[in-house]
C-alpha cells in the first residue's frame, strides 16, 4: 500500500523546500496561496461496497490536520438510506473522538 499520509518517516518540521516530506507539492498543494495548505496524495482504499479517502493538510500556522471521506452505496428504500447515513456519521463520531482522545477531554471537564 502507498503510504500517502505519511512519508513513514518519524514526524518533523523542517524541510529544505519549505514543504513538509508527505506534501504532493505541485497541483495538490495551494500553501503559496494566500489561505492555502499543504495537502498530501489522498490515500484511497477500496473497502466492501465503497472506498475510504484520507487526505493530510497542513495550513500557515503550522497546524496539520486531515480530512476523511468514505464513499458507499445506500439502499434503494429512502428511509433505509437516511438511517444508514445516519448511523454511520455517529459511529464514525465515536470513533473519531476516541482516536483524538476528544471523549477524554469531555469527561475531565
Ligand atoms: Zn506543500
Known amino acids: 500500500m502507498r503510504r500517502a ?3 513513514g518517516r518519524p514526524a ?3 524541510h529544505s523546500d ?7 507539492r505541485a497541483h495538490h ?21 465503497g472506498r475510504m479517502v484520507g487526505t493530510r ?11 476523511l471521506r468514505i464513499v458507499l452505496g445506500l439502499p434503494d428504500d429512502e428511509t433505509t ?11 464514525s463520531l465515536m470513533v473519531v473522538r476516541r482516536v483524538f ?6 469527561a475531565g471537564r
Open 5 to 7: 499520509l505519511t512519508d
Open 57 to 67: 493538510y497542513r495550513d500557515h500556522a503550522g497546524h496539520d490536520h486531515m480530512e
Open 101 to 106: 482522545g476528544l471523549d477524554r477531554q469531555e
Open 12 to 14: 518533523r518540521r523542517e
Open 29 to 49: 498543494c495551494t500553501a503559496a496561496l494566500p489561505g492555502g495548505e499543504h495537502a498530501s496524495i489522498p490515500e484511497v482504499w477500496q473497502i466492501e461496497g
Open 18 to 24: 519549505g514543504h513538509p516530506d508527505w506534501c504532493a
Open 81 to 91: 438510506a437516511q438511517a444508514a447515513c445516519r448511523h454511520l456519521m455517529a459511529v
